[in-house]
């Protein structure tokens, strides 16, 4: 009798929940509740009067409203294509203290600096194979719905925040602003939508149907699905001292990321000590010179050091960036 009964307690408790979120909302949004609503939830270009809108009557608590997806369809870029199981992985080792000097010098964050590099790489990439960078990539980045009451402490409680990449910048420090800007905007944007009830809703689906639907469009060929994002860029904070095993530092690990059907490369950065651990995963029938990339990220970091003044921690001691490994 239970089981009858769990999906119809757990969808009353979802519709509650919702009530709450909404109630919370109009008190904070005031007039402009519904609005602002509407222009986070609608994508791309399609939003853009409902943004303007919602903007005009928000009040001064509320910061700038904009869609949880900028754009609804991603510029073309090199790292989109049909994903198959021909994927490598190289290894970008930097300072973690760069990356905290470039990133202050927007006012920002580590992760503000990982976006904007991110972006210079890739341009430089798309510049030398003879892609337009006029228009900025979109980019997947996740979000953790975690509120701490959870009872799994281990499991994925992750979502994926939407966001353009500055790649149609030439200036670095610029990259830099654009990025810190980008960053802020989707998240205060994702903090004011119940997105985390997700978790809840799921529940709700035939497993059978979720099941098999991952593995259909794997199997997609890219002229048949469109392109969700170009790249996924994704900064963890790793451990402060390095673990030991039998009395030996960890040297160096890497974050093995999957790709998302249609996309060729995740940027994946996690701390490790004093360093930041780059790991680019790629599809090699999609990112064809992935060789190339890791010191395109180490002269994107450079070209920002310089620009903003910084001294690299890395100028006596070069980093290293490994050579693309088979996964």
């Known amino acids: 009798m239970k089981n009858y009964l769990d999906k119809p307690m757990a969808l009353a408790a979802l519709q509650a929940n919702i009530g709450k979120w909404l109630a919370e909302r109009v008190a904070e949004e005031e007039v402009g509740a519904i609005p602002a609503m509407m222009a986070r939830l609608i994508p791309g270009e399609m939003a853009l009067p409902f943004v303007a809108f919602a903007n005009a009557i928000r009040n001064q608590r509320v910061p700038e409203i904009a869609s949880q997806r900028p754009v609804l369809v991603p510029p073309p870029s090199p790292f989109n294509g049909t994903t198959t199981r021909n994927v490598e992985i190289a290894l970008v080792d930097f300072a973690l203290e760069d990356l905290r000097r470039a990133g202050k010098a927007a006012g920002g964050t580590i992760n503000d600096a990982v ?35 959870e009872k799994e402490r281990w499991a994925n409680q992750i979502w994926m925040l939407f966001l353009q990449l500055p790649t149609h910048i030439t200036d670095p420090v610029e990259r830099l602003h654009w990025a810190h800007k980008s960053a802020t905007l989707a998240k205060d944007n994702w903090d004011r939508m119940p997105l985390h009830m997700l978790r809840e809703a799921s529940a709700l689906m035939p497993g059978a149907m979720m099941a098999s639907m991952g593995p259909m469009m794997a199997g997609m060929p890219a002229e048949m699905m469109p392109a969700i994002y170009n790249v996924a860029v994704s900064n963890v904070k790793g451990p402060r001292e390095r673990p030991e095993f039998g009395g030996n530092p960890m040297a160096r690990y890497f974050v093995f990321g999957f790709l998302a059907p249609t996309t060729g490369l995740l940027v994946g950065g996690q701390s490790l000590g004093d360093r930041m651990i780059f790991s680019l995963t790629a599809c090699r029938d999609i990112v064809k010179h992935l060789d190339t990339l890791p010191k395109l990220f180490h002269d994107s970091l450079a070209e920002l050091l310089k620009a903003t003044n910084s001294a690299p921690a890395d100028s006596a001691k070069a980093s290293k960036a490994a050579t693309p490994a088979k996964a």
Do not use: K
Not at 120 to 138: K, Q, V, W
């Open 115 to 149: 976006l904007a590099i991110t972006a210079g790489a890739l341009r430089t990439y798309m510049e030398r194979h003879g892609i337009n960078t006029s228009l900025p990539l979109l980019a997947s980045a996740p979000v953790s719905w975690r509120t701490g009451t």
